[in-house]
């Protein structure tokens, strides 16, 4: 079974500091790994993901991830906050397998960025 | 921006009643989704659908639910007897692709039983 863990329910960061938004996850193969964001009463907005290749990921509103296998993490950043960027924030895996078919994501809990003026 | 809709954006509805909760997927996609997100808590995978027919499905998808495509466009999710604990907000999704590509959702729909 696959599983993502968001260790943080909340991070606040003081605008134009970089943010760092953890994500550790773990599947039985390789992952496809996926950032969205949620603003309140919204649904949920893609930012980023990754497949394979480089393993640093940019996305969108400057948002960058970096996967390490190793760590099995998918860490979310942005050298720069801004206010705007305060939201709800899930991680979400993607287990590679073999037989293919349209599997769903598992979600992380999601954790809360707050950035503050 | 081609954008994954669903109707109403509101629902409430006594406990034991059949809802249907409709979605109008990307035009071109060809999977779709659906998730729930009860209050406070994270987003849960319910089933995806491919080629009119179920792909996948959680455990929380049991016999109260169903999923239709019932015309070209529209992708419904019906719950026949709705219980307390199916108060959730529930989202539509759609990809063009099964695994490597992201999925794009709709704003949700906020089912309240009572």
């Known amino acids: 079974a696959q599983s993502v863990a968001q260790p943080e329910d909340q991070v606040n960061v003081a605008e134009g500091n970089p943010l760092t938004v953890k994500c550790t996850y773990s599947?039985?193969?390789?992952?496809?790994l996926f950032w969205y964001v949620q603003y309140p009463n919204r649904g949920l907005q893609f930012l980023l993901k990754?497949?394979?290749?480089?393993?640093l990921v940019k996305g969108s509103y400057g948002f960058e991830a970096e996967f390490n296998k190793s760590q099995t993490s998918f860490h979310l950043k942005k050298p720069s906050a801004l206010v705007s960027d305060s939201a709800l924030y899930f991680c979400a895996v993607r287990d590679i397998k073999s037989g293919g078919g349209a599997d769903g994501l598992t979600f992380g809990k999601g954790t809360h960025l707050i950035i503050q003026p | 921006e081609p954008e994954v809709t669903q109707t109403p954006s509101h629902q409430v509805t006594q406990m034991g009643q059949e809802v249907i909760l409709r979605c109008v997927p990307i035009s071109n996609h060809l999977y779709f989704y659906w998730y729930r997100q009860i209050l406070g808590q994270k987003v849960e995978f319910l089933v995806s659908?491919?080629?009119?027919?179920?792909?996948?499905k959680s455990e929380i998808f049991d016999d109260q639910f169903s999923v239709e495509r019932p015309d070209g466009s529209n992708f419904t999710l019906k719950i026949r007897s709705t219980k307390l604990e199916d108060s959730a907000m529930y989202f539509c999704?759609?990809?063009?692709?099964?695994?490597?590509?992201?999925?794009?959702f709709g704003q949700g729909t906020r089912l309240t039983v009572v």
């Open positions: 999704a759609s990809s063009s692709r099964p695994m490597n590509t992201e999925a794009f």
């Open positions: 990754y497949i394979t290749g480089d393993n």
């Open positions: 599947v039985s193969g390789n992952p496809y």
């Open positions: 659908f491919y080629n009119n027919e179920i792909s996948e």
